[in-house]
């Protein structure tokens, strides 16, 4: 059982969605957060909003020199979460490189700036503690999410191979997949999303998550069984499922 309550944690992605459903949570039981994201205005109109210790330090995780700079701000922490990601619903039929492009950079090499700018530290110290979000659609391609899926996927593969070089050291790595969330994001579905969970039923998982020591979890769990048993599906069965 990990033991959150006067710990310092960096959250990035912190103003919105899960992020903020997260930080409030957090906040509550006594944690000291770093709030970071692009819009300084939102950051500073949360941590006033919040019961504990928080700061605002605004950061472009597309820019490693913001990434840099903004860990530098951060100072020493406890844990780092990464919740930032961008996100349009897009058919390969349809490709837009831009979006796929940013998804990518955002979503997954952002989180590689981001831990790049902690990991070492914590590995010299030999504490520290990780926690990336991937998804479920990260589990296995699917339709619509030529940009995404493979973003998320991306961000899960770093989090096992993480955990593999950091099992025997005192610097912890957890991966939370959720499912849909009622989100500015997942508004851009024009489709029925089975298992929409809002923002602070996801922030309750993640939490949840923390404070074990579990690698872990995906969630809701019927939803997440789901994509579990997809994995094991031959090509043939799988495509003419989804596709």
Sequence with gaps: MRELTGKRYWLVGASEGLGRALAEHLSRMGVELVLSARSEDRLKELAESLPGKAHAVPVDISDTASVTAAAEAAGQ??????????????????????????????????AARCVGAVLPGMVARDAGHIVLTGSLSGFRGLPGASGYGPSKAGVMAMAEAMHCDLRKTGVDVQVANPGFIRTRLTEKNDFNMPFLMEPEDAAREMVELMLTDSFKRSFPAVFASFFRLSQFLPDWAYYRIFA
């Excluded at 844990?79 to 490709?95: D, I, N, R, S």
Aim: aromatic share 14%; hydrophobic share 50%; charged share 25%.
């Design 77 to 110: 922490i406890d844990g780092m979460v990464f919740l930032a990601g961008v996100y349009w619903p897009l058919k390969a039929t349809e490709w837009d490189a831009e979006k796929v492009e940013a998804m990518c950079d955002i979503n997954f090499t952002g």
